[in-house]
């Protein structure tokens, strides 16, 4: 399996149950979204989500490394390590705005769910900012 495969796995509609636990306080926020992943070239997807936010980013996949023309809470592009963990599951590791960010996908039950998961931390005070939890349905 590689990261290209994984990614066209994806391709489709989704609803995602998120939930947020934000530092400093680590109060649970629950959000749905919607999003359609789609295969746009080779090696280039299209996010394209709406919630609470709203917003599309473009990716681009170079061997194991992701480029993002955005990230997911502004408008910085950013880049991601990939690694394939199984044939269902992959892991992205990413550092902006002072933060390292592990964000963790596996399709489950023939890539009917994904299971998501991402934990962000300062990288200068080795805190956690960010814990994300996500259940993704197929529409």
């Given at each position: 399996?590689?990261?290209?495969?994984?990614?066209?796995?994806s391709c489709g509609t989704w609803?995602?149950?998120?939930r947020y636990l934000f530092a400093p306080k680590l109060t649970p926020v629950n959000l749905?979204?919607?999003?359609t992943?789609?295969?746009?070239?080779?090696?280039k997807f299209?996010?394209?989500?709406?919630?609470?936010?709203?917003?599309?980013?473009?990716?681009?996949l170079e061997g194991d490394i992701l480029h993002r023309s955005r990230d997911y809470f502004g408008d910085g592009a950013n880049s991601s390590k990939v690694q394939v963990i199984d044939e269902d599951c992959i892991v992205m590791?990413?550092?902006?705005?002072?933060c390292r960010f592990r964000e963790e996908v596996r399709l489950i039950e023939d890539d009917?769910?994904?299971l998501r998961q991402t934990v962000g931390y300062n990288?200068?005070?080795?805190?956690?900012?960010?814990?994300?939890?996500?259940?993704?349905?197929?529409l």
């Open positions: 399996m590689t990261a290209l495969q994984f990614l066209r796995r609803s995602s149950d998120r749905v979204t919607r999003f992943f789609e295969s746009i070239e080779y090696g299209r996010v394209d989500w709406k919630g609470s936010t709203e917003g599309v980013m473009d990716l681009s590791r990413t550092e902006y705005d002072g009917f769910f994904r990288l200068e005070t080795g805190q956690l900012t960010l814990c994300g939890q996500y259940f993704e349905t197929r």
